[in-house]
């Protein structure tokens, strides 16, 4: 099971995005059943945060709502994740945003290895692999 970050969705629906052709085509590989994936109800929180930001919520709410499409049953954030999330933010001072070790934690209580994402930062976690969706298309190809 991979973990999409909510970069993915965003870059595949911005029109100048340098990832959007990459994003949209690991997302319909994963739509196709190529790749199974989920996410948490984090990550339409971030993209309306995100489209509110510039202004733009009647898109945030479309783009969750492809997301819903793709995704159709988002990891709830519970009790246990939140109890990981804690411990990661003692663990990451400073260095991680909060959003995205809620992330983290969230794979972690649901034993997920690996996320798909363009933040660099999650390389530097020991907890899980992280990889772009060329690497995973990439990844897929080579598995054939």
Known sequence: MLYLDANIFVYAAQKNSEYKSS?????????????????????????????????????????????LNIIPGPLEINFEALKIYLDLAKKYPKTVESRDLLHLAVCLENNIDIIVTY???FKKFKEIKSFTPEEMLKKQTIQK
Request: charged share 30%; aromatic share 8%; with cysteine.
């Open 23 to 67: 994003c949209l085509d690991f997302l319909k590989s994963v739509k196709a059943g190529l790749f199974s994936a989920t996410t948490s109800c984090e990550t339409p929180q971030e993209i309306i945060h995100f489209a509110w930001r510039l202004k733009e919520i009647k898109k945030g709410v479309k783009i969750c709502e492809e997301l």
């Open 119 to 121: 933040d660099r930062h």
